[in-house]
């Protein structure tokens, strides 16, 4: 299994809706990234987990909390979003993170807040 | 800071030209730099990768050139075709502290491909 998996695809939610966005890969990857991509833009990373530990926090806002339950799952957890906040979230991994290591990514999860 | 950026933003090709994407760089530490494809909807499809001890890297249809001198990559897709209209990122993967590293995308350019 080469596969990097989101769900849900598509998510649309209020300012005052509490939901998670889920990612998976069975590739034994020890490192698992997300990214928040708006539209014409490339995607700009938000947090590592590397052995199922936080490595790196872009300094991303408290309303996005993210979560390594296993090495195989990542989940992000949403609350109090704002409009600005509506864009395509991606998920990655790759086998560390080193410096040669390549990056899987997921289809994304479209997230509109209205 | 240290970014990766693009010269041009959009490409329009015919079917079947060579299509040459740019990239300038301008952390000259970068040891290793990835060019991904981005089609519509999707998320992005590593095409081909290079270390910073080459200067040019084929794949199928694929060729990445690396120029340390100047800071430069390029992508060359030879015999270009509707299916590999996309967004083209390059991005180089920075170091973070520790022994961890991180990748840092460029601006990306939009390839059209007319039949």
């Known amino acids: 299994d080469t596969e990097v998996t989101q769900t849900p695809k598509h998510l649309v939610m209020g300012m005052t809706n509490k939901k998670s966005l889920k990612c998976e890969q069975h590739m034994g990857h020890r490192a698992m990234y997300w990214y928040k991509q708006k539209a014409k833009k490339p995607p700009e990373l938000m947090f590592v987990?590397?052995?199922?530990?936080?490595?790196i926090n872009e300094s991303v806002p408290s309303r996005f909390s993210p979560e390594c339950p296993n090495s195989s799952l990542l989940n992000l957890h949403l609350h109090a979003l704002q409009p600005e906040d509506s864009a395509l979230y991606l998920c990655?991994?790759?086998?560390?993170?080193?410096?040669?290591?390549?990056?899987?990514f997921g289809p994304g999860t479209r997230l509109t807040v209205l | 800071g240290e970014n990766v950026g693009l010269h041009l933003p959009t490409l329009s090709v015919q079917e079947g030209d060579n299509s040459i994407i740019n990239c300038a760089y301008s952390?000259?530490?970068?040891?290793?730099f990835i060019w991904y494809k981005q089609e519509s909807g999707k998320g992005p499809q590593f095409i081909i990768d290079?270390?910073?001890?080459?200067d040019k890297r084929q794949g199928q249809r694929v060729t990445v050139l690396l120029n340390k001198t100047v800071k430069h990559l390029s992508l060359q897709i030879a015999a270009t075709q509707p299916g590999d209209s996309a967004v083209y990122f390059c991005?180089?993967?920075?170091?973070?502290?520790?022994?961890?590293?991180?990748?840092?995308f460029g601006k990306g350019t939009l390839l059209t491909v007319n039949p």
């Open positions: 952390n000259s530490a970068s040891d290793y």
């Open positions: 991005a180089e993967n920075t170091y973070s502290g520790g022994s961890n590293y991180k990748l840092t």
């Open positions: 990655a991994s790759s086998p560390g993170q080193g410096a040669r290591d390549e990056q899987f």
């Open positions: 987990y590397s052995y199922e530990k936080l490595s």
């Open positions: 290079i270390r910073s001890n080459m």
